[in-house]
């Protein structure tokens, strides 16, 4: 996927400087705990992965996000 929340975590930690590997270790591991924690609500809720938030309208529909 070329667009994902994941990949936007990291890229607004590596947005100043792209070279600076400092700043890529602390977007890896910032990424990494996201991932954690999505992967412990998977479990704990045993819910699907939805790569996007998705919301709820009124009627209970959930519309899609995107293409």
């Given amino acids: 996927m070329t667009e994902n929340t994941f990949r936007r975590k990291f890229e607004n930690y590596v947005k100043q400087n ?3 590997a400092d700043l890529k270790r ?3 591991t910032a990424v990494a ?3 954690a924690r999505v992967a412990y609500s998977l479990i704990k809720y045993q819910t699907d992965y939805r790569c ?3 919301s709820v309208i009124p009627s209970g ?5 995107g293409p």
């Fill in 18 to 20: 792209p070279k600076d």
């Fill in 33 to 35: 705990a996201k991932v």
């Fill in 61 to 65: 529909e959930i519309p899609s996000i």
């Fill in 52 to 54: 996007y938030h998705e």
């Fill in 26 to 28: 602390k977007g890896y």
